[in-house]
């Protein structure tokens, strides 16, 4: 069974910077869209960005320009690198293969 491991959370002033990464077991991680979505508290959880297998990326208007998505198939590893952060992207992250298949979730707080 697919299962996702999420680390890299933790605490950041503004401004910093902060990578996630989220390792993948099973066969199935090369042919897969990988996402990360965000949930804030009261919140609902939304889409921060996707990678499909070929590699094409979107990314939601709030973090366009400051975040980066991208994977390594030889470790079966999604990556979300973070830059210029801000209160507002304090939240929990979680990685999703395929819409499907969920992380547990690692907690981002950017705070002074």
């Known amino acids: 069974q697919a299962q996702l491991v999420e680390s890299g959370g933790g605490l950041v002033q503004p401004g910093g910077s902060l990578r996630l990464s989220c390792a993948a077991s099973?066969?199935?991680?090369?042919?897969?869209?990988m996402g990360w979505y965000r949930q804030a508290p009261g919140k609902q959880r939304e889409l921060v960005a996707a990678?499909?297998?070929?590699?094409?990326?979107n990314y939601a208007d709030s973090v366009k320009g400051r975040f980066t998505i991208s994977r390594d198939n030889n470790k079966n590893t999604v990556y979300l690198q973070m830059n210029s952060l801000k209160p507002d992207d304090t939240a929990v992250y979680y990685c999703n293969a395929n819409t499907v298949t969920w992380g547990q979730g690692t907690q981002v707080t950017v705070s002074s």
């Open positions: 990678i499909t297998s070929g590699g094409s990326t």
């Open positions: 099973g066969g199935f991680f090369r042919y897969s869209l």
